[in-house]
């Protein structure tokens, strides 16, 4: 199964994310951590190049039978459809996870008081949050919507809806 994350920085989807991966045991890729090992190796970063990293080790990985938990932030159709296009050259199930904060006022909260724990990464402004391209999904999906929430009741949301959708569900 590939679990496509997607949503804004600093809506949860990390924490979501690292979550599904620790339960299930699976692979967890972000596109953060690979952007920032680029950079550090002097590759620069300016477009695709971090997601196409992610697409190609997240099809070994489900060439080897394991579950895959990506997370990045997905602005466009294009990423979703490359993720959904990962798992259907495989044959592999996949399901796409929309993680929101609702609260404009607790977003922005989050991203001016949020630190990183990626060595030398620099986390972005609520500007650049604010201001970023991110088309609205097309296609059914879950959606998780973090505000006035704690991580926990996030996660147990999340594991809801998985569940909903028969999908199998981490905990059990």
Same mark, same amino acid.
């Given at each position: ?77 294009? &990423? ?65 919507? &973090? ?26």
């Amino acid at each position: 199964m590939l679990y496509i994350f997607g949503g804004l920085p600093g809506t949860g989807k990390s924490a979501l994310s690292s979550a599904l991966a620790s339960e299930l045991r699976a692979p967890y890729l972000r596109v953060d951590v690979v952007e920032q090992a680029m950079r550090v190796a002097g590759v620069k970063v300016d477009g695709p190049e971090g997601y196409i990293v992610c697409y190609e080790i997240a099809r070994q990985n489900l060439i080897l039978g394991l579950d895959v938990i990506s997370d990045t932030v997905n602005p466009i159709r294009y &990423t979703r459809q490359a993720w959904r296009n990962v798992a259907e050259s495989l044959e592999i199930p996949f399901v796409e996870i929309e993680v929101v904060c609702s609260d404009e006022c607790e977003h922005k909260q989050r991203i001016t008081t949020h630190t990183t724990d990626i060595p030398g990464f620099t986390l972005p402004t609520w500007n650049e949050v604010k201001n970023r391209h991110y088309e609205a999904w097309d296609r059914d999906h879950i959606v998780i919507d &973090t505000a006035h929430q704690t991580v926990t009741e996030s996660w147990m949301s999340l594991r809801e809806q998985l569940s909903l959708k028969n999908i199998v569900n981490p905990l059990s």
